[in-house]
T-cell receptor, first 114, second 112 residues
Framework: DTAVSQTPKYLVTQMGNDKSIKCEQN?????MYWYKQDSKKFLKIMFS???????INETVPNRFSPKSPDKAHLNLHINSLELGDSAVYFC?????????????FGQGTRLTVV | AQSVSQHNHHVILSEAASLELGCNYS??????LFWYVQYPGQHLQLLLK??????LVKGIKGFEAEFIKSKFSFNLRKPSVQWSDTAEYFC??????????FGQGTELSVKP
């Protein structure tokens, strides 16, 4: 059983397109996250939702819009894709927002914008 | 602002050598500390974590880490590495929940 699953695993698209990445967790966690890993493997948080409510929104261009239809799902929609958006995007979840608990990560989505 | 610094960008060891990866963080309050590992092409997996209690924590695959509060450090150790330990290692911190702040990562290459 995959705890945190993301689709697709790979995504190649042209500049200017709009794309979505989906994430689902079956751990019963309340909190979900999107992290971006750049070409130098540096990981930085983008967004976090707790029980469908946005609680963290780092300085991310508003072309990126997360959506959480329920607490088990957190999708990421990206409008007008740019070359600089090429990265690996990781979804993660944790039991609750303000507790001592670790985050569980999905397999990642490697986005390549050409 | 919180930050995490990993001392080594790339470490190359022979099998059976001992490993120590440095990690320092800057945050004045209570923190949770983590080491994650990312094998080539895979997702991040938790190696070990520190929330409170014994500052020497043991994780999976023979890894351990020591939290030294006075030095704001959480160094990762393994007495004898294997080729299969080749991976990227990330130190991370959060302040009791919420977002993880990651270090830059250390690439470990183990030569058979």
């Amino acid at each position: 059983d995959t705890a945190v699953s993301q689709t697709p695993k790979y995504l190649v698209t042209q500049m200017g397109n709009d794309k979505s990445i989906k994430c689902e967790q079956n751990l019963g966690h309340d909190t979900m996250y999107w992290y971006k890993q750049d070409s130098k493997k540096f990981l930085k948080i983008m967004f976090s939702y707790n029980n469908k409510e946005l609680i963290i929104n780092e300085t991310v261009p508003n072309r990126f819009s997360p959506k959480s239809p329920d607490k088990a799902h957190l999708n990421l929609h990206i409008n007008s894709l740019e070359l600089g958006d090429s990265a690996v995007y990781f979804c993660a979840s944790s039991q609750a927002y303000r507790t001592n608990t670790e985050a569980f990560f999905g397999q990642g989505t490697r986005l390549t914008v050409v | 602002a919180q930050s995490v610094s990993q001392h080594n960008h790339h470490v190359i060891l022979s099998e059976a050598a001992s490993l120590e990866l440095g990690c320092n963080y800057s945050y004045g309050g209570t923190v949770n500390l983590f080491w994650y590992v990312q094998y080539p092409g895979q997702h991040l997996q938790l190696l070990l974590k520190y929330f409170s209690g014994d500052p020497l924590v043991k994780g999976i695959k023979g890894f351990e880490a020591e939290f030294i509060k006075s030095k704001f450090s959480f160094n990762l150790r393994k007495p004898s590495v294997q080729w299969s330990d080749t991976a990227e290692y990330f130190c991370a911190v959060n302040n009791q929940g919420g977002k993880l702040i990651f270090g830059q990562g250390t690439e470990l290459s183990v030569k058979p």
